[in-house]
């Protein structure tokens, strides 16, 4: 037996070993061990940062580690290897990570556009297991799986999101929900149908109402809005104001007691000026409507006998400055033969008319601020309009032409009947149809080449795929074409047009970097091969002829819908053209298209039935108006206003943009477009 104080000794060398092992014995005993990484909130370093704790880690954190790489992978666009990191992850996964798993593998299917794909994994989410992060996160996926497109569950999505942001993100988002208000119509928005405990949406839906109810009395806008701040002071408009609401609280009216009203006055140009101005004084002097006649001599316009002065070519309607020259009447503005009734003058402003024709452009705008104008309208010519945008004049300036870059200036906006903008409606109108696979039948010109440009860039920044383009000849290549009966195959080659700088989305620390888009080299389409719809720039003799040369190679009862730009739409359409042109849609100005009856039949009088010239009246006319709430759409993002060449809107840039009106013929009729 040995001594005592031997087995004390010993006891005290193995005590050590004895703890560790009980230690790793209890360790071993309670499974895998928690992670100390927090998954659930937000993402702070690179994604090599990450990675590399991955490698470095062998218990359960590898996972977090490796949740968090992919997050920080897809927030710097590196979709290739956050799907690669995504593939790896083990089989079994905590809740936690199941749940943020899923929120990778919807945000990675969105940002490549696999919206179908992406929808049942956010409907598999848990959100009463995420955290106050996780939840930002999984509504800014259901707001971008929506691609800008308004609806209820939009708004549900954002104001939801809404108490979990701060700072601007928190701003963000009340933009964005006072955004996708604003694009709904009246009719979508009376048709909601909302739930009786969704106070904060009724109340936007109020403040909507107000805006719309006041939008042009700046004044009782902001008292309509203290009103409703009053009637909804939960809200959380009626604490953070969407930013146009709390730049329009500042707006002051720009002083228009004096107008520069600049026009070339001679030259090629003059006949398209003096339309303009034209159309400027009648609404200055409250002209809308013409002395009603008696029925028998009221010409049906769609019928009228076809003017003696050919209509302007090459898309003068959309773009004066590009038309050729034309034999004019010796007097380039006859007066009406029965003078519009006016009401009391719209305003008491003095306008002073300068010819731009007569000096250079930087001379007129100096005698026009030495004669104290408050306000410039014009230049009309886009290289005078270039010289103005680069001369950091004082002057407010509402341009009549766009220059090739637009320049951001406080004080110019840009106003223009642009086959661009027209271009950029079509494919807005095509797309909101449901097609997807347009083709452009357009002229073998420097027209056909801006029109297939801006349809394109537009068409990529809804989310469509590559356009398809067709170029065609003069009239007599046509004609060939018809009478050797080998018709139009639709067919083309792509639009290599520079995509507009992509927008990815960012709210609440989750950005989702737009998808790059590669355009093929070659490719063609034919008509069994997926158009679904052909967008048509050509004159009215044109159109009679490619219409029937489509038809030739589709039959009468093809599903593609043909489209055409207002460049066809010309007086003289009697019965037998709108009977051959059944079915196509086609757009044009308001006044051409029955906003107002007697005044467009009043004005088509005055300028011959030359319907290029209506619509430069037209725009003289919402020139005028613009002019007169110049702050509001310089200082008012998303700034609206129904005028006589469309439905105006003014962009971050000023450039005001028009949403056109759209009809069809139908059995010989002209009816608007579904």
């Not at 950005?511 to 719809?533: E, H, L, M, R």
């Amino acid at each position: 037996m040995l001594p005592s104080k031997v087995v004390r000794h010993k006891a005290g060398r193995f005590l050590p070993v004895i703890l560790a092992g009980l230690i790793l014995a209890a360790c071993s005993g309670q499974g895998p061990q928690t992670s100390t990484v927090n998954i659930q909130g937000p993402v702070t370093a690179s994604s090599a940062y990450y990675l590399q704790q991955a490698q470095q880690s062998s218990d359960d954190s590898k996972t977090d580690w490796q949740l968090l790489a992919i997050r920080a992978l897809l927030k710097e666009g590196k979709y290739p290897e956050a799907t690669q990191q995504l593939s790896q992850l083990p089989q079994q996964l905590s809740e936690t990570q199941q749940q943020e798993s899923l929120l990778l593998k919807a945000q990675l299917l969105i940002a490549q556009q696999k919206i179908k794909d992406a929808e049942p994994l956010l409907a598999a989410v848990k959100t009463g297991a995420l955290s106050q992060d996780q939840l930002a996160r999984y509504y800014s996926l259901q707001i971008a799986s929506a691609q800008g497109r308004p609806s209820l569950s939009l708004l549900r999505n954002y104001i939801a999101q809404e108490p979990l942001l701060k700072g601007t993100d928190h701003q963000g988002n009340i933009d964005a929900t006072w955004q996708t208000l604003t694009q709904m119509s009246p009719q979508e928005v009376s048709n909601l149908v909302i739930n009786a405990d969704e106070n904060v949406l009724q109340g936007w839906l109020d403040l909507l109402a107000v805006w719309r109810a006041n939008t042009q009395d700046a004044e009782m806008l902001k008292s309509g809005i203290k009103d409703w701040q009053t009637r909804y002071p939960q809200n959380p408009a009626a604490k953070t104001l969407p930013t146009q609401l709390s730049q329009m609280q500042n707006y002051t009216k720009a002083s228009t007691s004096i107008i520069a009203l600049l026009l070339p006055l001679n030259g090629q140009a003059q006949v398209f000026a003096n339309a303009i101005q034209k159309g400027f004084n009648d609404a200055k002097n409250g002209i809308s409507a013409p002395v009603t006649q008696p029925a028998a001599a009221q010409p049906a316009a769609a019928d009228a006998t076809a003017s003696t002065q050919p209509a302007a070519a090459a898309g003068s309607s959309t773009d004066p400055i590009s038309a050729p020259q034309q034999q004019q009447p010796a007097d380039t503005t006859p007066q009406p033969q029965s003078q519009p009734a006016a009401a009391e003058p719209a305003s008491n402003a003095q306008i002073k008319v300068y010819d731009t024709s007569s000096q250079p452009i930087e001379q007129v705008m100096q005698q026009a601020q030495q004669d104290g104008a408050t306000i410039v309208v014009g230049p009309l010519l886009k290289s005078n309009v270039e010289k103005v945008a680069n001369s950091q004049t004082p002057l407010n300036v509402l341009a009549l032409n766009e220059p090739e870059k637009i320049q951001n200036h406080p004080n110019i906006c840009y106003f223009a009947l642009s086959p661009e903008d027209e271009a950029r409606d079509a494919a807005h109108h095509i797309w909101d149809q449901g097609k997807r696979q347009p083709l452009l039948l357009v002229p073998r010109s420097g027209l056909g080449d801006r029109v297939t440009n801006a349809f394109a860039q537009e068409w990529q920044t809804l989310g469509g795929s590559t356009v398809m383009q067709q170029r065609f000849g003069s009239t007599s290549e046509l004609k060939q074409g018809i009478n050797s009966g080998a018709g139009i195959s639709l067919s083309g080659t792509p639009v290599n047009a520079a995509p507009a700088e992509p927008q990815g989305v960012t709210i609440a620390g989750l950005t989702i970097p737009a998808p790059q888009q590669n355009t093929p080299d070659v490719v063609s389409t034919s008509s069994s091969g997926g158009v679904d719809a052909v967008y048509i720039v050509s004159t009215q003799d044109e159109l009679q002829l490619i219409k029937p040369m489509i038809t030739m190679r589709t039959g009468s009862r093809s599903n593609i819908s043909l489209y055409a730009s207002s460049r066809s739409a010309q007086a003289g359409a009697g019965p037998d053209f709108r009977l051959e042109m059944d079915g196509l849609q086609f757009s044009d100005i308001p006044l051409l298209s029955g906003s107002n009856p007697g005044l467009m039949q009043q004005t088509s009088k005055s300028f011959n039935n030359d319907y290029s010239l209506v619509r430069l009246y037209a725009m003289g006319m919402d020139a005028w108006t613009l002019a007169n709430h110049f702050n509001q759409m310089r200082q008012s993002p998303g700034f609206t206003l129904d005028g006589n060449t469309g439905k105006l809107s003014a962009d971050t840039d000023c450039v005001i943009n028009r949403k056109l009106t759209w009809n069809q013929y139908r059995r010989g009729e002209i009816a608007p477009a579904n």
